[in-house]
Nanobody, 120 residues
Framework: QVHLVESGGGLVQPGGSLRLSCVTS????????MAWYRQAPGKQRELVAT???????NYADFVKGRFTISRDNAKNTMYLQMNSLKPEDTAVYYC??????????????WGQGTQVTVSS
């Protein structure tokens, strides 16, 4: 089955750090552009960061300078290193291709995500 599994979330205090992982069984992962998304309670899902198959990255303004997206194609894994976490970063974090990318057809749905809670 072709799917994505997010992990690495948890409860941290403001200013803390977490590293999220997104692993897939898809053998074509290395040629896919990918992205991290998040959805906070009562809010719409939003794009956090994107990474091309070649490693080019883009970030939402609200995480730029704090989060780093990366990938290890040999492990079929994408990462999100989150530093200087703020309470407003609290959300369920998901991975998938970037918005509007035709490679959405590879997966076609959202996984379970991983919960990140930033609170003192």
């Amino acid at each position: 089955q072709v799917h994505l599994v997010e992990s690495g979330g948890g409860l941290v205090q403001p200013g803390g750090s977490l590293r999220l992982s997104c692993v897939t069984s898809a053998s074509i992962f290395s040629i896919l552009a990918m992205a991290w998304y998040r959805q906070a309670p009562g809010k719409q899902r939003e794009l956090v960061a994107t990474i091309s198959s070649g490693g080019t990255t883009n970030y939402a303004d609200f995480v730029k300078g704090r989060f780093t997206i990366s990938r290890d194609n040999a492990k079929n894994t994408m990462y999100l290193q989150m530093n200087s976490l703020k309470p407003e970063d609290t959300a369920v974090y998901y991975c998938n291709p970037p918005p509007g990318d035709p490679t959405w057809a590879v997966f076609g749905s959202w996984g379970q995500g991983t919960q990140v809670t930033v609170s003192s």
